[in-house]
């Protein structure tokens, strides 16, 4: 297990919080990041959430953080595995092909500013192939970048 500790001196509490199906292989990319993030050592002020396909009950635990860093799979035009930094402020401004459970983020992000909060948010967009079977294994190209999401987190959590 490789371990490493990330050093940022912010008292800032981090969400970050990854979202997917598992059993829809690529879909699960979020949760698995979470996954291999937690191997990590992170900072106190940094909690790690397995989101599942998002929900309502998800808010709490975003609207209790400063930042919040959120890992979800896109079908885009890019190249299966591409990793995209966004920086959503409303759910107009997350990719419009985002997977089946997007209605559920958007729909979070937009109840942040109902209640009058104005969440930090980042995402991380992962690109992955469309329809796929039900199956628990990540492809080759998408398990790949995981190793790069984590470090472009660390690096997120490390500029605060």
């Known amino acids: 297990m490789n371990v490493m500790t990330i050093s940022n001196g912010s ?11 598992i059993l829809m292989g690529d879909e699960g990319i979020g949760v698995e990041v979470i996954r291999a993030l937690e191997k990590t050592d992170l900072p106190e002020n940094v909690e790690c959430l397995d989101g599942g396909t998002g ?4 808010l709490e635990p975003m609207q209790n953080a400063d930042k919040v860093i959120l890992i979800d799979a896109t079908e885009d035009e890019n190249p299966i595995g591409n990793v995209r ?6 759910s107009k401004d997350y990719p419009r092909t985002l997977t089946a459970h997007d209605i559920g983020l958007k729909d979070l ?3 942040f500013y109902l209640l ?3 969440p930090d948010v980042t995402l991380f967009a992962v690109s992955i192939p469309p329809l796929q079977d039900l199956k628990i294994e990540l492809s080759p190209e998408v398990k790949s970048v995981i190793p790069k999401i984590n470090q472009m987190i660390i690096d997120e ?3 605060l």
């Open 157 to 159: 959590i490390s500029t």
């Open 55 to 58: 929900s309502f009950l998800l």
């Open 11 to 21: 008292e800032q509490k981090v969400l970050v919080l990854g979202i997917g199906n």
């Open 85 to 90: 930094r966004l920086r959503p402020r409303f």
């Open 116 to 118: 009058g909060d104005t």
């Open 109 to 111: 992000l937009d109840t």
